[in-house]
């Protein structure tokens, strides 16, 4: 059965730092590439980080470059997301996505969410 556990969400104050990690179970870890999403009040799901399964190639959205930063255990079948200098518009909740791709599919699984709000 897969899983993708998150934790590490929470309340934070402008400019401070939280850490989420995501536990992942049921599948093989190091050939999925790996992807923090997140989803605010009335807004579209948005892609926030990716890290791919092969080396350490990763991706940001703009708005958390030099912020943020993806990383992966494929020892531990955990991916994390540092989260530094954290703005009210970051207020959302994140989603851990396992993605691969086939000759014929894609395979594609998700967690649960955790909040994290950024709020004085």
């Known amino acids: 059965q897969v899983q993708l556990v998150e934790s590490g969400g929470g309340l934070v104050q402008p400019g401070g730092s939280l850490r989420l990690s995501c536990a992942a179970s049921?599948?093989?870890?190091?050939?999925?590439?790996m992807s923090w999403y997140r989803q605010a009040p009335g807004k579209e799901r948005e892609l926030v980080a990716r890290i791919f399964s092969f080396g350490t190639m990763t991706n940001y959205v703009d708005s958390v470059k030099g912020r943020f930063t993806i990383s992966r255990d494929n020892a531990k079948n955990t991916v994390s997301l540092q989260m530094n200098s954290l703005k009210p518009e970051d207020t959302a909740v994140y989603y851990c996505n396992a993605r691969q791709f086939s000759a014929t599919r894609i395979y594609e699984y998700w967690g649960q969410g955790t909040q994290v709000t950024v709020s004085s």
């Open positions: 049921g599948f093989t870890f190091s050939s999925y590439d």
